[in-house]
């Protein structure tokens, strides 16, 4: 009898798994900003698993993606969105757009580095990881006599000036928490004296992050402050760049998230556990994707130099990543970046142009006074117009989102007023560094 | 009297119809976007406070002033560049001339992304001009840097709407006119700039008013050349950020759309109160001249050196989509045929979703724009002039706003039969394109109009003829020109939309060329086959250009010979 029972409930059991296996079937919609290297990639393996499903891919830059589902959430016809940037992500979590998932897959690690792999809510997964560097143009270097950089304040030596190429961080999640992880690791005043030394020697911030692998593999600049994948996906398609981590950096998670009210759960539960799964993970290594699986065992399929950042310890590990701070004084740090670097980078670039020529005339003299003010036009131009109190703080981080929940929600001060007392600030400083770097000039 | 008076209701139908259109596909949409522009951010009540802010910025300013000198340069280069190619195909007889025309029209077939791609790697600072003339001369020429690239940009992109309308003009006036100039002396240049020049005057501005007004507005050219400090790039980038909900965004896009407006104003004040309408005798056409052997030679280097220049952007593309790598080098590494085997075959379904899309909206175009022409400009109907106005401010809503707009609109309206929104419906993406595209196809028409007697509609009506079978009989035919100059002008741009369409597409079986191409060029290794894709686009459009053309024409010279015969009588 107890034979029989056991027999019952293997034959149940067995049953069970094939009806689970077979629910994945019909139309799978997944709305996602990556290119058709990823996503036919990933649609091709994962129909071969699951031949009853359909998928369709609708591409959208992120910021249309999110626009997309945010105007459709009443009737909504997307089952998955997928992309790299974290914002986009908390930005639908915010709107109550994503339902909550926990993967059934294991082997996948609580972080990566010192970030989380997954949403600590559970409302989006990471199925990559991303760290963020700097790739260069082999060609172009050997033409201009130039060595690489390799730690980001190597990108402030005046020979790299025009150079050098960076998306702005209101244009790239993951530019964003590369400023982010700089701040966080020298501070406030220094992190962003650090950025605006660094700007003034871009030649170009691009509209959008795919702005600079482009710009670097055409030669357009040299370098590129990039996310990884590009760099090593560039270099294994054949073009003459190259790639490095610096010490100060964070590994990312690059995301997938089930939309609310998805028509087709099942499949998109099904999508989700196969990117996590082993085989799914090893399709990150192809050489046109050439992303880092966030499962450890799969790295023992990868090339022979690929990086380990599960191995190899020092990759975003050098800072310990306050995520909450991040998040706080997310649209802050956008909004400043644009205002004093963005949209006045011409005016920066000439300021800083002015002190390199300054301190090249006073190379080998002593001349205190020119010194010092070139030290001052310097100091000029590392100003910020608030403090790291101010930028964190909630109800003036809310002037930028403007999200009035209830009726009784007060909001003071405008945006566009905020930003023009920066830009105010910004521009007067910029054109005093000019004159003091001109004046400690005409002294040598 | 029975008859006048059914005219008029009829007439009247058409001004409403027409009118609503415009509300339901563009003004409803477009406010449901840009409503915030007149929102206080922290009470949700209406104010002007954002424009006050608007006005007060110094960054907007700056970009107010920038776009500005880019437009009027634009136009000014523009001008340049079409007025040589549209004098000698319309005045000389000129093997290849239809060749001319349409390669004239290519650069506005400029897929997204890939135009500007394709220019910095021959003209950018590190592209293959300067590399040479560094190797050789040890200097380089910023071509591309900043407001001048911009300028260089959208004047090679956009000359073609002063080329198509000009010579389209040039082609209306009668020869008579010309004959009696000849008569009192007058020949060469003299009567180029004082009397044939004077008469295509409605062809010129309506072609210069679409440049002005889509450089203006334009931010894919600006976006990729990185300036921002200009109004449409700063709309776009706020519009399209995440998380920052700024309302400065929309507050530029009204800017944009009233100074569209008041840019349109100011060239219609150009031709106020002046009658460029001649009596067509039915040969139609200044009569065209031989040019001796060296004159010959001449033009054809003249245009030659100028069509090199406007291609040059599809000679970057073209060499992108053979090239393996392609990076700080004259040319290419390599040369292969993989990139056009890779988009093959998702081509084919690209390639016939975009003629289907573009072809609907261009035809749809023409007639809303010879429809909205006559209202505007043969009746006595109140307000029909905010009929262009309403239609001209399409120009200057950036195509995310469309996007947004239509889904916000018409994602909850369900198609009956069809069983699943209007938004997500492949025909929203046409009208989207038509009403897009529609300014394009109306300054066309209007210019075309112009050139049309009001006395000739008179004589036909006076024989007995209806007002609806005069439009058809008598002013569609005289118009061809002009409806043909605004067909291809919608056809090709509408071929390759992306900004409204990459936001519509919700299943990728609807999507169009400019979505694939997208696509691809989203990667390293994808640059190849997203330019194999734009020469795809470029060639399938141009082609059919060509076509519309050579039809044309055909109906043209059939008609000639009757109408001489008659003449004769």
């Known amino acids: ?444 | 009297m029975l008859s006048a008076l059914r005219g008029q209701r009829t007439t009247a139908s058409v001004g409403l119809f027409l009118a609503l259109f415009l509300i339901a596909f563009l003004f409803v949409p477009v406010l449901k976007v840009i409503y915030v522009a007149f929102q206080d951010p922290a009470t949700g009540e209406l104010t002007l406070i954002n424009f006050v802010d608007f006005f007060n910025t110094a960054l907007f300013q700056e970009s107010f002033f920038n776009s500005f000198y880019v437009s009027a340069m634009s136009v000014l280069i523009a001008t340049l560049v079409a007025v040589p190619l549209a004098y000698f195909t319309t005045r000389f007889n000129f093997g290849g001339a239809v060749i001319i025309q349409t390669l004239g029209i290519v650069p506005l077939i400029m897929p997204p992304f890939v135009g500007a791609v394709a220019m910095q790697l021959l003209l950018g600072e590190n592209g293959s001009v300067n590399l040479i003339l560094n190797d050789w001369f040890g200097f380089t020429i910023p071509f591309m840097r900043g407001l001048n690239g911009v300028i260089l940009v959208e004047s090679i992109h956009y000359f073609p709407f002063i080329l198509i309308n000009l010579s389209a003009a040039l082609a209306n006036i009668d020869r008579s006119m010309e004959e009696a100039a000849h008569n009192l002396g007058s020949h060469g240049l003299r009567m180029f700039r004082r009397i044939v020049f004077p008469l295509a005057m409605p062809g010129y501005v309506a072609g210069a008013a679409l440049v002005f007004i889509k450089v203006f507005d334009d931010l894919g050219t600006p976006l990729l050349l990185n300036v921002n400090t200009m109004l449409a790039p700063q709309a776009y980038l706020r519009i399209s950020s995440i998380g920052i909900s700024d309302p400065m965004g929309y507050v530029i896009s009204v800017v944009l759309i009233a100074f569209s407006v008041l840019s349109l104003w100011v060239s219609l004040l150009a031709l106020k109160g002046k009658d460029y309408s001649t009596t067509q005798k039915g040969g139609g056409g200044l009569s065209k001249r031989d040019m001796r052997p060296w004159e010959k030679t001449a033009c054809y280097g003249v245009i030659i050196l100028i069509l090199l220049l406007v291609l040059s952007p599809h000679i970057g593309l073209l060499l992108l989509s053979f090239g393996t790598i392609w990076s700080f080098s004259v040319l290419p590494d390599g040369f292969t045929l993989d990139h056009y085997l890779t988009v093959f075959q998702t081509a084919t379904q690209y390639v016939s979703n975009t003629l289907l899309y573009a072809g609907i909206a261009a035809l749809a175009d023409v007639i809303l724009g010879t429809a909205i022409a006559y209202v505007v400009w043969r009746t006595g109907l109140p307000g029909r002039k905010w009929l262009d106005y309403g239609a001209t401010m399409a120009l200057a809503v950036p195509g995310v706003v469309i996007g947004i707009g239509y889904l916000r609109t018409f994602y909850a309206l369900d198609v009956p039969i069809v069983d699943k929104p209007l938004a997500s419906w492949w025909v929203i993406i046409v009208v989207a394109l038509t009403v897009r595209r529609l300014p394009y196809a109306l300054r066309a028409c209007v210019a075309a109009l112009q050139q049309v007697s009001v006395a000739l509609e008179e004589a036909g009506e006076n024989l007995g003829a209806t007002k609806g079978r005069t439009v058809w009989r008598i002013l569609v035919p005289l118009m061809s020109g002009g409806i043909l100059a605004g067909f291809v002008t919608s056809f090709a741009t509408a071929a390759v939309e992306l900004s409204a369409t990459i936001m519509l597409v919700s299943t990728s079986a609807d999507a169009p060329l400019a979505y694939g191409i997208y696509e691809f060029m989203q990667s390293a290794s994808g640059r190849g086959p997203g330019a194999a894709l734009g020469v795809i686009a470029v060639v399938i459009v141009g082609f059919g250009t060509y076509l519309s053309h050579r039809v044309i024409e055909s109906g043209r010279k059939s008609r000639a010979p009757a109408a001489a015969a008659v003449q004769e009588i």
């Open chain 1, 1 to 444: 009898m107890r034979k029989t029972l056991t027999g019952l409930a293997s034959v149940s059991f067995i049953l069970g798994a094939v009806s689970v296996a077979t629910a994945a079937e019909g139309t799978l919609t997944i709305v996602t900003s990556y290119p058709p290297d990823t996503t036919k990639t990933f649609e091709a393996a994962f129909e071969a698993a699951y031949p009853s499903v359909d998928v369709e891919i609708l591409n959208k830059k992120t910021s249309a993606g999110i626009k997309y589902l945010q105007e459709t959430a009443d009737n909504n016809a997307s089952d998955l969105f997928w992309a790299s940037a974290p914002d986009a992500f908390e930005v639908l979590k915010d709107s109550n757009l994503l339902s909550k998932y926990t993967p059934k897959v294991e082997g996948i690690p609580e972080k990566v580095g010192a970030f989380p792999i997954n949403d600590p809510d559970g409302y989006y997964l990471g199925f990559a990881a991303s760290g963020y560097g700097i790739m260069w143009n082999t060609r172009y270097l050997e033409a201009k006599g130039l060595e690489p950089a390799r730690q980001w304040s190597d990108l402030k030596d005046p020979k790299y000036f025009g150079h050098v190429g960076i998306s702005a961080p209101s244009r790239s999640g993951t530019t964003h928490l590369t400023i982010e992880t700089v701040l966080q690791g020298l501070g406030w005043e220094e992190g962003w004296a650090e950025w605006k030394a660094i700007s003034a020697n871009m030649k170009t911030i691009t509209e959008r992050s795919f702005g600079v692998p482009d710009g670097v593999n055409s030669g357009q600049f040299g370098l590129g402050i990039v996310i990884d994948f590009f760099g090593l996906s560039s270099q294994a398609s054949g073009f003459p760049v190259e790639f490095a981590y610096p010490e100060v950096t964070t590994l990312v998670p690059a995301n997938i998230a089930i939309i609310k009210n998805a028509p087709n759960q099942e499949a998109a539960e099904a999508f989700v556990e196969f990117i996590l799964s082993p085989e799914g993970q090893a399709q990150l290594l192809d050489p046109k994707i050439r992303r880092l699986p966030v499962n450890p065992a799969t790295y023992a399929q990868a090339p022979a130099d690929f990086p380990n950042p599960f191995k190899d310890k020092t990759i975003g590990a050098a800072v310990k990543f306050d995520l909450d701070l991040s998040k706080n004084r997310y649209n802050v740090i956008n909004s400043l970046f644009d205002v004093m670097i963005t949209y006045r980078h011409d005016e920066l670039k000439s300021a800083m142009s002015a002190i390199y020529e300054a301190e090249a005339a006073l190379a080998g003299k002593d001349n205190a006074e020119a010194a010092g003010l070139i030290k001052q036009a310097r100091a000029l131009i590392a100003e910020v117009p608030i403090t790291a109190e101010q930028a964190a703080d909630p109800d003036f981080a809310a002037v930028f989102t403007k999200k009035r929940k209830k009726a009784s929600d007060k909001v003071t001060g405008r945006q566009a007023e905020i930003e023009q007392q920066w830009d105010d600030m910004t521009r007067g400083n910029y054109e005093k560094a000019a004159k003091l770097a001109e004046q400690a000039k005409s002294l040598l």
